[in-house]
């Protein structure tokens, strides 16, 4: 069965620092990999995928995330993060099936806190 | 597009009442996926569809769980006899599996559960 770790429960960053946020996974294949965003009252927000090809993945704003395959790790990274980045942060991770994909498994998600 | 709906946004209901959610998917998506979580926790699958079949079903669907989507188009999840541990944001989300670059999960804005 595949898992999702997200070691950090809260991190704290100041406004135009930098940002890594951790993701490790189990699956026994190639795993399709997603970091999803939170804002309180809203829905899931698709920030970037990974399905296969470069390693390094470009999402929308501004984020980015490196799939390494020897570390079993999908980290997020944004070089300055703004006020309104405060959020929940989910890692997931699915499996293809019959052509489509399975039911995604979540990590338990990082709050993120910017100072100003 | 006016993206994944779901219906109630907001659900009181006393312990041992049934109760029903209704999603509306992407109108071209045909997989629409389940998912609850709750407070502090990342989304738990429950059950996926792929146009009217039912195709996976999580070990977190108890027997008085159940859901449908007849047309393959919206679909309803039924709780019966809900229990207090019930409580949670049921979401839902759609995708559409043409290839794999249409793997993304779409999420509604969720249902949220209080069980009294």
């Known amino acids: 069965a595949q898992s999702v770790t997200q070691p950090d429960i809260h991190i704290t960053v100041s406004e135009g620092a930098s940002l890594e946020l951790r993701c490790n996974y189990s699956y026994g294949a190639t795993p399709y990999l997603f970091w999803y965003v939170q804002s309180p009252g809203q829905g899931l927000q698709l920030l970037l995928k990974?399905?296969?090809?470069?390693?390094l993945v470009q999402g929308i704003k501004g984020f980015e995330a490196e799939f390494k395959r020897s570390q079993s790790s999908f980290n997020l990274r944004k070089p300055s993060v703004h006020w309104s980045d405060a959020a929940e942060y989910f890692c997931a991770v699915g499996a293809q099936s019959g052509g489509g994909a399975d039911g995604l498994t979540f990590g338990k998600g990082t709050h993120l806190i910017i100072q100003p | 597009d006016t993206g994944v709906s779901q219906d109630p946004r907001h659900k009181i209901t006393k312990r041992g009442q049934n109760v029903t959610f209704r999603c509306d998917p992407i109108?071209?998506?045909?997989?629409l996926y389940w998912y609850r979580q709750t407070l502090g926790q990342g989304p738990e699958f429950l059950t996926y569809?792929?146009?009217?079949?039912?195709?996976?079903k999580s070990r977190l669907l108890s027997d008085r769980f159940s859901a449908e989507r007849p047309k393959g188009s919206f679909s309803t999840l039924e709780i019966q006899r809900t229990e207090q541990g019930d409580s949670a944001m049921y979401l839902c989300?759609?995708?559409?599996?043409?290839?794999?670059?249409?793997?993304?999960?779409?999420f509604g804005p969720g249902t949220r559960l209080t069980v009294t």
């Open positions: 109108s071209e998506h045909n997989r």
């Open positions: 990974y399905f296969s090809g470069d390693t």
């Open positions: 989300a759609s995708s559409y599996d043409r290839d794999r670059s249409s793997y993304e999960q779409y």
């Open positions: 569809f792929q146009n009217e079949a039912q195709l996976e």
